[in-house]
């Protein structure tokens, strides 16, 4: 084995590199996100019928969204007359944190679209960026294009990845 002691004090090069690391996974909903189907309130998944509709959702207990956002779809090709999603929207806003009409993986890319569209990245002048790769939650791949397209106007360099290890994305030309 190779002996360092005489190579001099151990230097953590990744700590002390001007890379500033992005996490996408910082700007997911705190709040808990489920989905509603309610094709399992239409006869047979098909055929939304109003008066039975109507009785169907007005004897659920809405209170066990509070607090969470909802996703309110129909998994079955069902033709479902849009004054349905609304009716169920005004059964859950006393609750829910927020409505949302589509699956979890729609409202995940249109949430992370406008965060990122709404956020000032000027304060990122000049920086070299790295875009954190491995996440615990669903962060949409829609995201991390959405971000490098923000951040590229502003940003000397991008990478995808870990700060020990990276892939390159962009590189500003140097100005001749």
Known sequence: MKDLSSQGPLVNRVANSPLKTI?????????EIEELDISQYLFKGLLLREKEFRSAIKGIDWSVHAGKIVCVYCSTDAIVPVWAYMLVSTYLHPYAEDVYHGSKAHFLKQYYSEIIRKKNWESHRDGLYVIKGCSDKPVPESAYMDLTRALQPY??????????????????PKKS
């Open 23 to 31: 996490n996408l996974e910082e700007y997911y909903p705190q709040a």
């Open 155 to 172: 940003a000397k360099s991008i990478m995808y990845g870990e700060p020990c290890s990276t892939v390159p994305i962009y590189k500003r």
